[in-house]
């Protein structure tokens, strides 16, 4: 199986991004990375009059935003009793609140930018691998309805025929979310940015940031760059950098691996409504329909790691079973990428200095939330109003362990994709 990102064969043209020796000696707002995040910190900046630099590394949507799997998800992975349960209620009330709003500012800023990346907000369908799921399902349903959100517990029957597949006990069905084509959205956003006035540089690695009296020295390439405020939207991908303390989290390996596009009587008989699903199982797997009919599955685990063998021929088998019409159908492209995991699954803004912020630690969940994030960031460096961030900054996140957590993670996936169990 080729090591291919779908979402690269199947995206938007690239933005025609500038060249580093045009970028401006001072800007009022530097952005470190070209993701969901750093592109809608941009845009945020244009809207409020403000000049800004994104650098990226490598190419728009390098990172997470252009490998993931396009679910565009209300709230976090972490239900809302827990999240208040560890930051607090009212935090907790408030950081719940903006991102199950996350998904309509998404699809609102697609349609307001017009940004082609096959957008569909057909909603999710979080299905129970087992009688424990269902009873998951049911509590997060009590969670959710309380603060109003409108999802419906859906039973095994009205599963099946939602899926198509008859594996699953019932499913949570949350109409506020939906999908799109990741990779198309972060190109668009980078588009609108670069429209509205942001210069905008690939193969641009920012190597080394220092605190000035006035604001932030950013050296590039062998380019010195001076700013008044400072972004760090480089999650689970940063490198090179020095003069930061780095932020701390745990890398998660995600993969995925597509079909082709699926024949007419298959397609309507799987996902008819092109919801996107994952599952409650404790190393969790996800499915959804692209643009073109292809079916595309994912599970925990690296295929940048030993695990490679058996993570595909794992996804080969879920599709059979989930699927037995298509147990022939040989799996076309595979990919993976890394999830920012934080040790209590809440999203972080961390302050690294005055008028600076790093985002990181979506923990999985990062299209909804790294808009959001990326666009109240910029607001809060440029203007000082801090109302609309969706956690308080902190001035230090400790994790521990991490490259034990990472390694915990990576083997176990391999352990339960190469178990029988999980095959036919
Ligand atoms: C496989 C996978 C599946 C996922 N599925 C979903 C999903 O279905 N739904 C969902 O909501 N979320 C999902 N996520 C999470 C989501 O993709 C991420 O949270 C999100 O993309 C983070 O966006 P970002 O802009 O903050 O960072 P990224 O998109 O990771 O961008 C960071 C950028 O910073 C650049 N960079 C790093 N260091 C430097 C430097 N020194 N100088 C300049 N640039 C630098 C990198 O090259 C990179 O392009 C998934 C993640 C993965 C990996």
Redesign the pocket.
Known sequence: MPMDNLWEKTAVSPPATKILASAQSTYDLVV???????CSAAITARDLGASVAV????TV?????G???????AGLWTPPDEIEATIGKREGTHLYECLSAAPDQVFSLIDRLNIECQARRNGTLHCAHATSGLSDLKNRMKQLRARGAPVELLDAHATSHRVGSERFKGALFDPRAGTIQ?LSYVRGLAKEAMKAGADLFEN????HVKKTSSGWMVSVGDQVVFAKALLL?????????TGLPAPQFTKVG???AATRPLEPTWQRSILQNKEGCWDTALVMS?FRMDGEGRLVI?GVGSLESLGRGAHLAWAQRKLALLFPQLAKEQLQEAW?????MTGDHIPKIQEIGAKGYA?FG?S???????TVFGATAAKALLTGDRQDLPVVPTKAHREHLTGLKQVYYEAGATLTHLTAARGP
Request: with cysteine; glycine share 24%.
């Open positions: 470190i990375g070209a993701g969901f995040s750093g650098f990226e590394a490598k949507g390098y990172g997470g935003s490998r993931n799997v396009g679910l565009v998800n990741p641009a690695p920012v190597h939207a480089t999650n689970a991908y940063l490198h090179g950098l995600y993969f995925q996800s994912g993976s990428g890394v999830i920012c985002l979506y999985g969940r990062g299209i909804g939330p790294g």
